[in-house]
């Protein structure tokens, strides 16, 4: 994977950016947020939960039963997974295939939460996702970002919303895209996966310590960039 520089000159010496995290449930608004904060402060925009979503997607593909360790252990090993940073954010590849919005589908996002509790899974994922910020200088956004990941990250937002408001959203995000779902079949499946990513007993779903909670029920998201900025003034002078 290409080294992300994330490092600049201050008063002749090397001074590192931040990681910056962001996490919270579906339907949030963690990627509009994260990329337009990432594009603000000139960082690089880091989705983690493509990185399950891509094993999920060749599983899936593979027909692979995301509930059984010993064939997700074989699908960790057989994978090629990478990353690269095209344009200022982190592409996802599977064995050599530029995945895209094949992930996107809620299909994928149920089978990457389900998978995502495994430690084979988690493993092959994390010295991926730890590497891209090894440099500093981006912006991770994810469900355990602050918690596991990056720990020790110098800015954490925890980006929260009513879930009737997140339901919303979702359907709204998938009539543009032309895949069009019920709101009974979108509050289904959020629910599922909110129950999933929460109870979870690896990684599971919290506001990590000392993370900034944001609820963006009644905020756009330039109004969350901005809270964001608040908070960070002058993180990249």
């Keep these: 994977m290409p080294i992300v520089t994330g490092s600049e000159k201050s008063g002749g010496q090397i001074k590192m950016k931040p990681v910056i995290t962001i996490d919270g449930p579906a339907g949030a608004g963690k990627s509009t947020v994260s990329k337009e904060l990432a594009a603000r402060l000139k960082f690089v925009y880091l989705d983690t939960g493509a990185l399950y979503r891509a094993l999920a997607y060749k599983a899936l593909k593979s027909k692979i039963d995301v509930n059984d360790p010993d064939e997700l252990e074989r699908l960790c090993s057989t994978t090629d997974v990478i990353l690269k940073n095209m344009n200022g954010a982190m592409t996802v590849f599977v064995d050599g295939e530029d995945v895209g919005d094949k992930i996107r589908t809620e299909e994928v996002g149920l089978a990457a939460s389900t998978l995502s509790t495994f430690p084979a899974?988690?493993?092959?994922?994390?010295?991926?996702?730890?590497?891209?910020?090894?440099?500093?200088?981006?912006?991770?956004?994810?469900?355990?970002?602050?918690?596991?990941?990056?720990?020790?990250?110098?800015?954490?937002?925890?980006?929260?919303?009513?879930?009737?408001?997140?339901?919303?959203?979702?359907?709204?995000?998938?009539?543009?895209?032309?895949?069009?779902?019920?709101?009974?079949?979108?509050?289904?499946?959020?629910?599922?996966?909110?129950?999933?990513?929460?109870?979870?007993?690896?990684?599971?779903?919290?506001?990590?310590?000392g993370a900034i909670i944001i609820d963006s029920t009644s905020l756009d998201i330039s109004q969350v960039v901005e809270k964001i900025l608040e908070h960070i003034s002058g993180v990249n002078d």
């Design 121 to 209: 899974v988690r493993e092959k994922l994390l010295h991926l996702q730890r590497e891209a910020g090894a440099r500093g200088g981006i912006v991770a956004e994810g469900r355990d970002m602050g918690s596991i990941v990056f720990p020790d990250a110098e800015i954490k937002i925890y980006l929260d919303a009513d879930v009737g408001e997140r339901i919303r959203r979702r359907h709204e995000e998938l009539v543009q895209k032309n895949r069009p779902a019920t709101l009974s079949d979108i509050s289904r499946d959020m629910q599922a996966r909110d129950h999933q990513d929460s109870q979870r007993k690896i990684a599971p779903l919290v506001a990590s310590p």
